[in-house]
């Protein structure tokens, strides 16, 4: 074929082709190789994919009985349930030294993930791109402190690029910090980290942290000393952002309501396309949790409290807002429960995990990664490394009958 149409043509039908077909054909001919993985054909398809409304999402979870991460793509639909296919499994193949990883974000059909739980920061960093299997092992930060420290992390996608953000906490002898923290950003298109301008004197909570991505902007929730604090309060509560496209950081108050609270008991979500934000009270018999959103983004007044949400009954913490206005809560069972708003009625939906563990986000497929330095393939640690887990089942459809079906 490519001998009868033009390189343009072909260029224009293979973008509409989705990333599974696109594999096996990189092997048709090397025209076909050379326009599939060339940058210009990787980031038009990633534009194409991105204009497509898609219910997909990705799930992890950790599972005590066999000890293992388990990696998994699914659709969420209108009704109540879902549906695990054992043929929408996934197998990362690294293993954390403490369970599993946490996962930073993602964006783009990447995945960002850390192995600092529990543990020395020194961990790699890891992005992977589980629709066409390869990942790859982010080089050593640049900022590295001799005396104690932790970092946060922060990742997210611009137009023609993915970024990691690292904000480095360093510690005195006596284990307060040094405020500002040290930040540095790595861009996977130029392949190196580099220092970013950073004079604030915010802190983001050790080990708990956790980001919304969303505008193009890496949202986390930070805390400040008062200038002129009181016996009630020293702190004071708000939402750190980092535009990923022009690298820049900037402030989102939050309601007083949330301001003044223990930023322990907080999180910050994504909730449809707006920024979210949660309090909890933990209060023994009363546990609950309220919901809030940000009509509006950037604008503080467009803060709005949508409902409460009843976690008496062994119920430990919201995990998604799904596109139905459904919310995932994780359950003190290992379960994810499904829980309407309008209703209170919650509903255990068959998936196990530690309650912890849980993590859901919007999943679109592309072809990042298909190419580059130090980029690897799944299977060849899976197949090699003595650092693989075992214990994930994996089900994958071998080349040779995908090409045959895709020719049918």
Request: hydrophobic fraction near 40%; proline fraction near 4%.
């Amino acid at each position: 074929m490519s001998d009868f149409l033009p390189k343009e043509l072909i260029f224009e039908i293979l973008l509409k082709l989705p990333v599974k077909s696109l594999l096996c054909f990189t092997t048709v001919c090397k025209l076909w190789h050379s326009l599939i993985t060339s940058s210009e054909f990787i980031f038009s398809h990633l534009s194409i994919s991105a204009s497509k409304e898609d219910n997909t999402l990705f799930l992890r979870r950790y599972t005590k009985n066999d000890r293992a991460e388990h990696y998994t793509l699914f659709k969420d639909g209108e009704n109540q349930t879902f549906e695990l296919q054992s043929s929408l499994e996934l197998q990362f193949p690294l293993k954390s030294q403490f369970g599993y990883f946490r996962i930073v974000g993602g964006s783009n059909g990447l995945v960002c993930l850390s192995d600092d739980f529990f543990t020395n920061p020194s961990q790699p960093i890891i992005l992977w791109n589980p629709c066409i299997r390869k990942h790859m092992v982010l080089p050593a930060p640049t900022v590295k402190p001799e005396k104690a420290h932790f970092f946060v992390l922060g990742c997210g996608a611009t137009r023609h690029d993915f970024k990691v953000v690292r904000m480095v906490y360093s510690k005195t002898n006596d284990f307060t910090l040094n405020l500002p923290a040290i930040v540095e950003i790595y861009s996977l298109t130029s392949g190196t980290w580099r220092r970013v301008h950073f004079d604030e004197r915010y802190v983001i909570m050790e080990f708990m942290w956790s980001q919304a991505f969303i505008e193009g902007t890496v949202h986390w929730l930070a805390f400040y000393s008062l200038e002129y604090p009181t016996q009630n309060q020293l702190f004071c509560n708000l939402i750190l952002t980092f535009h990923m496209e022009d690298e820049v950081f900037g402030e989102i108050m939050l309601p007083d309501d949330l301001a003044r609270e223990a930023v322990t008991y907080l999180s910050i979500t994504v909730i449809g396309k707006s920024l979210g934000a949660i309090k909890y009270d933990k209060q023994m018999g009363s546990e609950s949790c309220c919901v809030w959103v940000m009509k509006e983004y950037g604008v503080m007044k467009s803060w709005t409290k949508l409902y409460d949400i009843d976690l008496v009954g062994g119920m430990e913490k919201v995990i998604r807002f799904r596109n139905n206005g459904g919310v995932l809560l994780a359950s003190q069972e290992h379960e994810l429960v499904t829980y309407n708003p309008e209703t209170r009625v919650n509903k255990a939906i068959g998936i196990h995990g530690s309650p912890r563990s849980f993590y859901i986000d919007n999943y679109m497929e592309s072809l990042v990664l298909l190419v580059g330095q130090n980029v690897v393939a799944d299977e060849q640690l899976l197949t090699a490394s003595s650092h693989i887990s075992q214990s994930s089942k994996v089900v994958q459809e071998p080349e040779h009958n995908l090409m045959r079906r895709l020719a049918l």
